[in-house]
């Protein structure tokens, strides 16, 4: 079989396996030689010379020189090692092909499959490892974590500002420098929230907008700020060219203003931040193609003081006044002031009264700032939306910033602004320039969760609300991701071999429609589970027909990728090549995975691994026989495993089963399996089964396929166990119990438990926004026992316990690598028969935690949470976008998560999550419904159990490096080391990073579909000529759209991400390879049978470069750096 550059068809051949050996051999014989030279030259230093420890200063200066010769050794020693590494690596690549692994079982009863042939690799660079270690860059003045620490939390009534203070001051205070003050028209405009994105645009946006059009053009001291390009971008559609030359004048002359300028103003707490780059990137490059302005970025922050961004919270501290200027208010209106005091129009006789008013308030709510520059928004949820508010706010206030300006005594000057205008008045008072840090202005470090708007208020529901939508928001993302890289891989070879014609790039299109949903979605009323009933169906048959259209955009590609011969490409949209992987029959069921149907002729499957990294995976298939052999592309066998495929507890599906095998799958590329019917007894192994039903009458099915027992009233603990671990759960409720390392005596306690939460019975309760429980959690006490089964096999193990609203599974890999090291937890939810309950699943370990623990933020950076007595128990939950971690001196546990939900640790030890609520009453935050329209629900996690290691950095040559710095400059660097070693535990391990990447980066595997042979030739797809380093992400490959909106243009984008990681967890027999390159990356040769031929460094989102284009295609990254590149592929 023929295979073009860039995909393999595997041969096995001898001589490459001996040159194999001989590097192999290479490897021992260079780490071995210059170790003996390192300390060769440390133990012959004739200027050497010990005194008892006490060395002269000169000799001092003489030892650091030669440690620093002796680290540069090491270094060079790390580069030789990586390139004999890249050498066998790429022997093995081509010599082994997948791995043939092939399970015995023991007299014990257990499986053992043997080590892989292959050699794996764990080559960090001591360098790398000293980001973790200590803060680089400017510290923090604030760091909120103090903050909360010190703030009493008292809630002492404040008076007019409720929880403020009185606030004071003297007419003087502004006599050498005038208070500037840029009140700052705004509409808040929800994509989605009491209404669908749809009905609000029809019934309210459109008119807001064509109203801004008109109105600012009749003054032009007026300001308008906008922030949601998803509805300016529908808008911009339906109005004529005359208006859009009008809206660019207006931009371009700073009238109007677009802020953040997203595709939305997500959520801050649920998104994860590959979805918040997208929204970005979409509402910023659709903006540079329609309204071609200038844009700036700046991380210079304002905060608002008071309780809300509406008119009556923003003038100052009492609302009383404030909302006296919400001319909107004016009587007559469709609304009034709460308190009782109506606005007045402005007139010659009252404008002296009425402004001396409100500057009283500007002059109170200026002396919270560090400035005489005031910012005063004006606006509200969906304002402006009638031409007579337009009148009424923008009149009265022109009449009050004219009294004002025109009396020098006051010291004031008062205007319509926008945030640029503030900003830029700002830097200019402060004497410096735009984009500098001014003096006297703090730099906080940390977040502001978690917030209660009153009282013990803490909008902490939301972090779970509705987390069926919250998985599937996770789901389409990994989709996005993974349709992007490969459909630009697919256009590019495809033009590359000049048959771009053939290929369906209006699938673009699709492309463009699932970034706009997945961004629509990040609205900070759809992910949180915080929008009505009706408006949660629209967005979620938005995602599903989003997550469809991916699905086809990935087949077309894979299609095109996976042949050996590309001239034999044919598009047929009526007749798709491949299959999906699975289907859903609604927005709001969980997924069906295809069945594969076998007969007397092959069935092939597509597998598609959209990691960067090489990855060695379990892959599950649904098939119709047990009676099933796996083979690879090139023919040869696989071992499997077979099971059953249930439907409950005790009932097997039948004529449906599952065919599990381990597949090596190349980094972001494509794999091919064969399937035939036929057993082969060495390799096709059925899986074993154990039923406990703890004295219930029930009948379990059977087959003769797979051993079975039964067992009535079994109660003893048990154990699952592979090369890595033990893992012991209960008998009698069937959840886990303790771990324990197969190189460890002591087991860990990590036991799991169900909670319930209950509501308050009085005044406020729960809801979609706030979570206001009855006190501590209950245990759930199911009503009938848990049935158990446990399926035993050579590459999975797993134990599923049923309870009435849970099914909860957990899986033990029994392979080398990620998939084995930690444990696959699944939790199927169904509480839709609960009444104002919240479910929870609680971790116990020994773990010594010291009311400490650790959340991410949208699954970029991890941050320290203490647990706070003084805070009610709600106010201690923090969101968990993707993972969770307890830990001290020995050990981390941490809990990785394939969707957001809220977290805790309320006891040392502990980590509960919060799996989903059901509150039949609203919270009073505006939704006006409970939530009472939950769904089958599938929580997935991983559970990581690492050891820590005495020293901080991995390998044993940097070990000794740490070892010579200990010894010789302990006096001397004692201190510096104890001021590093605090925050280093606020990053993931690699492994870490990497398991959660397995786990939210699931393979998708795509059958083709039923043809009569002789199909065409297909290749395991590799489109990477080496690895990326295992400390950078590709976030994304993102096709950049052509003039037609459609159509996809010559150009990508490429982002990476470099992590941060912590070495000072154990990595020895991990079985993956994993590399670091001090953050260089060649991008030039990445690409296996294409060119880099144009690269240029860009901001986030493209708007602007960053550096001319370059010849040289190698690139460097900092850790924790997201870098974006502007690429032709050729």
Partial sequence: MWCPSGQVCVEASMKLKKQVTVCGAAIFCVAVFSLYLMLDRVQHDPTRHQNGGNFPRSQISVLQNRIEQLEQLLEENHEI???????????????????????????????????????????????DCQFALGVRGQKPELQML?????????????????????????????????????????????????????????????????NMVSKLQEDPRRRFIWAEVSFFAKWWDNINAQKRAAVRRLVGNGQLEIATGGWVMPDEANSHYFALIDQLIEGHQWLEKNLDSDSSTDIFCHMMPFYSYDVPHTCGPDPKICCQFDFKRLPGGRINCPWKVPPRAITETNVAERAGLLLDQYRKKSRLFRSNVLLVPLGDDFRYDKPQEWDAQFFNYQRLFDFLNSKPDLHVQAQFGTLSDYFDALYKRTGVEPGAQP??????????????????????????????????DRVLEAHLRGAEILYSLAVAHA?????????PLSNFA??????????????????????????VVDYGIRLLRSLVNLKQVIINAAHYLVLGDKKSYRFDPESPFLQMDDTRLNHDALPERTVIQLDSSPRYVVLFNPLEQERLSLVSLLVSSPRVRVLTEEGQPLA?????????ATDMVPDVYQVSVPVRLPALGLGVLQLQLGLDGPRTLPSSVRVYLHGRQLSVSRHEAFPLRVIDSGTSDFALSNRYMQVWFSGLTGLLKSIRRVDEEQEQRVGMEFLIYGTRSSKDKSGAYLFLPDGEAKPYV?????????????????????????????????????????????????IRDCVNKELALRLHTDI??????????????????????????????????????????????????????????????????????????????????????????????????????????????SKLAAMFRGLIFHSSRSGHREVQDGPSTSYPSLLSHLTSMYLNTPVLALPVAKRQPPGPALCSFRPLASSLPCDFHLLNLRTLQAEDDSLPSAETALLLHRKGFDCGLEAKNLGFNCTTSQGKVALGSLFRGLDVVFLQPTSLTLLYPLASPSNSTDIYLEPMEIATFRLRLG
Avoid at 444 to 470: C, I, M, N, Q
Avoid at 784 to 806: K, M, Q, W
Avoid at 814 to 830: F, H, T
Avoid at 855 to 879: E, H, I, M, S, W
């Fill in 81 to 127: 090692i990586s390139h004999i590494k890249d050498s066998v690596l790429e022997l093995t690549a081509n010599v082994e092909g997948p791995p043939a692994l092939l399970p015995y079982y023991m007299s014990n009863g257990s499986w053992v499959v043997p080590p892989e042939p292959r050699p794996s690799f764990f080559s960090i660079s001591p360098q």
């Fill in 146 to 210: 103090t903050v909360s620490e010190e703030l009493p939390f008292d809630n002492v009534d404040g008076g007019v500002w409720k929880q403020g203070f009185d606030i004071s001051y003297s007419p003087h205070d502004w006599d050498t420098e005038d208070l500037q003050v840029f009140v700052v028209p705004h509409s808040h405009n929800d994509p989605g929230w009491l209404k669908t994105f749809d009905k609000y645009y029809t019934e309210q946006t459109q008119h807001i907008l064509n």
């Fill in 439 to 472: 003096p006297g202005f703090p730099v906080l470090s940390g977040d502001f969760f978690s917030y209660a708007d009153r009282e013990d208020h803490y909008w902490t529901g939301y972090y779970t609300s509705r987390p069926f939508y919250k998985s599937l």
């Fill in 495 to 503: 033009r590359r071999s000049g048959v771009a014609s053939q290929y």
């Fill in 510 to 535: 699709l492309l463009t429609e699932a970034r706009r949903t997945l961004g629509l979605f990040q609205h900070h009323d759809a992910i949180t589970g915080t929008a009505k009933e009706a408006v």
């Fill in 640 to 648: 499997v495993q077979v099971s059953a495929h249930w439907s409950s």
């Fill in 782 to 830: 199911p009503k009938d026992p848990p049935v158990l089964r446990i399926t035993e096999g050579p590459f999975f193990s797993e134990v599923v316990a049923y309870y009435e609203h849970v099914h909860q599974v957990v899986r033990l890999y029994n392979l080398p690598g990620v998939e084995g090291l930690s444990l696959d937890v699944s939790s199927l939810v169904d």
């Fill in 848 to 957: 010594d935690s010291q009311g400490t623990f650790f959340t991410d933020l949208n699954g970029f950076q991890v941050q320290p949470r203490r647990y706070r007595k003084k805070l009610p128990l709600q106010a201690n939950f923090y969101p968990m976008p993707v993972m969770a971690c307890l830990q001290d001196a020995q050990s981390r546990l941490t809990l990785h998560a394939a969707q957001a939900l809220g977290v805790s640790s309320l006891h040392d030890g502990q980590l509960e999550v919060i799996l989903d609520r059901r509150l039949m009453q609203d919270d009073n935050r505006g939704l006006g419904q409970g939530l009472k329209d939950n769904k089958r629900t599938c929580n997935h996690f991983r559970l990581l159990l690492e050891r820590r290691t005495l020293g901080r950095e991995p390998g044993f040559f």
